[in-house]
Nanobody
């Protein structure tokens, strides 16, 4: 089992940047495909990005391609989401999640077994 704690959210203006972090503890971090999801008020949780166990291969939802970058540091048990060129539509609570499935198979929310509590991102216009 792995425990996840997100940080780095906040209020930012349109066009600004934030870097979210997710600290993992418990089982070996590199055992997991890691992902970021977000949930805006009144909307369903949606996939943002995921990364393979040892990094190097990443997947993104179309709306964040070219603006967001997911990365991980297995030595420090940390997952990151660098968010640039932020838009008001990016306003949401952001969650990191861990999956025991390979990244190529972990395509839905239900594929991720472990979740953090979330960190809020607000992008003002």
């Amino acid at each position: 089992q792995v425990q996840l704690v997100e940080s780095g959210g906040g209020l930012v203006q349109t066009g600004g940047s934030l870097r979210l972090s997710c600290a993992a503890s418990g089982r070996t971090f590199s055992d997991y495909t890691m992902g970021w999801f977000r949930q805006a008020p009144g909307k369903e949780r949606e996939f943002v990005a995921r990364i393979v166990r040892f990094g190097g291969i990443t997947y993104y939802t179309d709306s964040v391609k070219g603006r967001f970058s997911i990365s991980r540091d297995n030595a420090r048990n940390l997952l990151y989401l660098q968010m640039n060129s932020l838009k008001p539509d990016d306003t949401a609570s952001y969650f990191c999640a861990a999956s025991t499935r390979p990244a190529v198979e972990a395509t839905t929310i239900s594929d991720f077994q472990y979740w953090g509590q979330g960190t809020q991102v607000i992008v003002s216009s």
